[in-house]
């Protein structure tokens, strides 16, 4: 059974630069037939996909948050880590790491939907 | 971003009874090459991560009750409880993969009547 856990700290300060790590088990994360993604969510609020890393390196970002966020991955440690810089108010929300189900279709991989998911780790941005 | 909005914003329903939810797409998710609508269905309940229901509009998770059906091609989109029982308390939201960024709806609040 695949899980994911989140962790890291949950308080940060404004401008400050948020930093989580996803520690998968029960599966390696180098499997290329998956994708793995960091997703948020405010306070009674719809989810905010942030972006993913492919086991290759490669990754994709929302575009919203793509000019702050870094999203990296270690193999060897079976984790994948999230890190958003200059930090406010409005990112406090509950940070998820996900696997995201790759699809293959014409010699291509495209991603799919999230089947495991971490529990979240409720991040709060405040002085 | 291809936004997705989901009707109604909260529902009540009785025991034994059925729910519709409804999501619909600012554009179609319906890739016309392979026939797919890549529209997926997740149930939250408080305190809970999304759990995956249903993927390609239709197709049933491994383990999700029966009870969960999801239909609809293009635009528009139906997730169907046929008979709601008290662990469906939950909030539910459809998700596109169409194209990146993958996007939610704003959820639909599920509860007993």
């Known amino acids: 059974q695949v899980q994911l856990q989140e962790s890291g700290p949950g308080l940060v300060k404004p401008s400050q630069t948020l930093s989580l790590t996803c520690t998968v088990s029960?599966?390696?994360?180098?499997?290329?037939?998956?994708?793995w993604s960091w997703i948020r969510q405010p306070a009674g609020k719809e989810l905010e996909w942030i972006g993913r890393?492919?086991?290759?390196?490669?990754?994709n970002f929302n575009p919203s948050l793509k000019s702050r966020v870094t999203i990296s991955v270690d193999t060897s440690k079976n984790q994948f880590s999230l890190k958003l810089n200059s930090v406010t108010a409005a990112d406090t929300a509950v940070y998820y790491c996900?696997?995201?189900?790759?699809?293959?279709?014409?010699?291509?991989?495209?991603?799919?939907?999230?089947?495991?998911w971490g529990q979240g780790t409720l991040v709060t941005v405040s002085s | 971003d291809i936004v997705m909005t989901q009707s109604p914003d909260s529902l009540a329903v009785s025991l034994g009874e059925r729910a519709t939810i409804n999501c619909k797409s600012s554009?179609?998710?319906?890739?016309?090459?392979?026939?797919?609508?890549?529209l997926a269905w997740y149930q939250q309940k408080a305190g809970q991560p999304p759990k995956l229901l249903i993927y390609?509009?239709?197709s049933r998770e491994s383990g999700v009750p029966d009870r969960f059906s999801g239909s609809g091609s293009g635009t528009d989109f139906t997730l169907t409880i046929s008979s709601l029982q008290a662990e469906d308390v939950a909030v539910y939201y459809c998700?596109?993969?169409?194209?990146?960024?993958?996007?939610f709806g704003q959820g639909t609040k599920l509860e007993i009547k």
């Open positions: 996900a696997r995201e189900i790759q699809y293959y279709y014409e010699s291509s991989g495209y991603a799919t939907s999230f089947d495991y």
């Open positions: 029960g599966g390696s994360i180098s499997s290329g037939s998956y994708y």
């Open positions: 890393i492919y086991t290759s390196g490669g990754t």
């Open positions: 554009e179609s998710v319906l890739y016309s090459s392979n026939n797919k609508n890549y």
């Open positions: 390609w509009a239709s």
């Open positions: 998700q596109q993969y169409f194209s990146t960024p993958p996007t």
